[in-house]
């Protein structure tokens, strides 16, 4: 049996499980289908701020505060016509900002964005290998390992030469000018400044990788990503990364305008030094999420003026929502999902590579969900079909420019 309501929000099959409604189907195919691209808004806004600030002797959190404060302002909104919830990290459907300060990936990309680097890494390592297994004269022993590997089926590791944008696994398309501009000018002003290379430095200058280590990691690069560091032949450690669960549900309760207002009086308390520091970084990161959320709302109300019909009534609750939340506390079901989406997206873009999980979203929602059934503003097919998209939104925020060579391992 088939039953449709309004706008064919959902379908009930003969067994009785709904399935997805059109408009997420359709998001749901550009998702597992659409082009991906790197975007190097972030990067830019990010590191023209950290120049203007270099040598002021400000506090380093304050420093990266004002970073992600100046890619909020300057950021393209992207917003598409499926959307009933707003709000991404690039400007693009399907896109990858960069953490460039962090230097997880910045390797990858000078690399593999196009041929001539790949091709001149790709041999500067296999000569620096080779020399290695000749120094520790295991030529032999090296071809023997390769063989046996090669009998027990395909290699996982992706050998090929190709680009980021060819490859058939986790393949990342970026406009020609982007390209020039991340190269040139963002890469280069990072090499040698980032965290992962601050603790490379600091890990051997602690003694925790052996002389022996350091010249294996050393003289075998020929994996460009930089998620983790090998200690030993079989362990290693994390470069960037952690996974955290946010307090969403204070947002949702407090709204941020509040919890501002708090902190302004816990800075004005403070004594000072290093205290001080940090919950000024906390005040203009707050400052930061509040223009991200400002100005999404703004991103609506520019598309309003071009739309008729449907769409634009569409457009105008999505707008109505994002000028209240999460600003100001949630009062419905719908503006609690906005609220913490808003948040993530924001946080996500300021830490690219963690994971910022939503945790208890059921306990968190729910008290939402149950007003809204109870005074009959929301259905549960709707309330279904608007965490379908959030489901898909959140996995759009999972990906990784990770390198080519280990593109078939990890995806």
């Known amino acids: 049996m088939l039953k449709a309501t309004g706008r064919k929000r959902a379908v009930a099959t003969e067994t009785g499980k709904a399935t997805a409604g059109e408009r997420i189907q359709r998001m749901q195919r550009r998702y597992q289908r659409g082009e991906a691209f790197i975007s190097v808004e972030r990067a830019r806004?990010?590191?023209?701020?950290?120049?203007?600030?270099?040598?002021?002797?400000?506090?380093?959190?304050?420093?990266?505060?004002?970073?992600?404060?100046?890619?909020?302002?300057?950021?393209?909104?992207?917003?598409?016509?499926?959307?009933?919830?707003?709000?991404?990290?690039?400007?693009?459907?399907?896109?990858?900002?960069?953490?460039?300060?962090?230097?997880?990936?910045?390797?990858?990309?000078?690399?593999?964005?196009?041929?001539?680097?790949?091709?001149?890494?790709?041999?500067?390592?296999?000569?620096?290998?080779?020399?290695?297994?000749?120094?520790?004269?295991?030529?032999?022993?090296?071809?023997?390992?390769?063989?046996?590997?090669?009998?027990?089926?395909?290699?996982?590791?992706?050998?090929?030469?190709?680009?980021?944008?060819?490859?058939?696994?986790?393949?990342?398309?970026?406009?020609?000018?982007?390209?020039?501009?991340?190269?040139?000018?963002?890469?280069?002003?990072?090499?040698?400044?980032?965290?992962?290379?601050?603790?490379?430095?600091?890990?051997?200058?602690?003694g925790l990788l052996s002389p022996q280590m350091t010249e294996l990691t050393d003289s075998t690069t020929g994996n460009t990503s930089r998620q983790v560091l090998m200690l030993s032949p079989s362990a290693t450690i994390s470069t960037y990364q952690g996974h955290v669960i946010l307090d969403y549900r204070k947002v949702l309760e407090k709204g941020?305008?509040?919890?501002?207002?708090?902190?302004?009086?816990?800075?004005?308390?403070?004594?000072?030094?290093?205290?001080?520091?940090?919950?000024?970084?906390?005040?203009i990161a707050l400052d930061g999420v509040i223009v991200f959320a400002r100005r999404l709302a703004e991103r609506i109300e520019k598309e309003l003026q071009s739309e008729t019909g449907e769409r634009k009534a569409e457009l105008n609750r999505m707008r109505e929502i994002c000028r209240k939340v999460p600003l100001e506390p949630a009062e419905s079901f719908r503006e609690a999902v906005q609220s913490i989406w808003t948040v993530k997206v924001a946080v996500e873009l300021a830490h690219p590579v963690n994971l910022h999980c939503f945790g208890r979203l059921d306990q968190d929602l729910y008290p939402y969900y149950k007003r809204d059934i109870e005074e009959g503003r929301t259905t549960p097919d709707a309330a279904r079909e608007l965490l379908e998209e959030l489901l898909l939104k959140v996995m759009s925020l999972n990906m990784r420019p990770e390198s080519n060579i280990l593109g078939n391992f990890y995806h």
Do not use: C
């Open 45 to 206: 806004y990010y590191t023209e701020s950290w120049r203007a600030t270099e040598g002021s002797g400000m506090a380093l959190p304050v420093r990266v505060a004002l970073a992600m404060k100046r890619v909020y302002e300057n950021m393209t909104h992207y917003l598409d016509r499926d959307d009933r919830i707003a709000g991404y990290w690039t400007e693009y459907f399907l896109g990858m900002p960069i953490d460039i300060e962090r230097g997880v990936f910045n390797r990858v990309l000078a690399a593999e964005l196009t041929k001539s680097s790949m091709v001149f890494h790709r041999l500067k390592s296999l000569v620096s290998a080779f020399l290695y297994v000749l120094r520790k004269k295991q030529l032999r022993e090296f071809l023997r390992n390769m063989r046996m590997t090669s009998r027990h089926g395909p290699r996982s590791l992706n050998l090929r030469l190709e680009t980021m944008h060819e490859r058939e696994i986790n393949p990342f398309q970026i406009r020609k000018e982007d390209r020039r501009d991340l190269l040139r000018k963002l890469l280069p002003y990072w090499r040698e400044r980032t965290t992962v290379d601050v603790l490379v430095k600091e890990l051997k200058e602690a």
């Open 256 to 283: 941020l305008l509040a919890m501002k207002a708090e902190m302004e009086e816990r800075l004005t308390a403070a004594a000072g030094g290093e205290e001080r520091d940090f919950l000024q970084s906390v005040s």
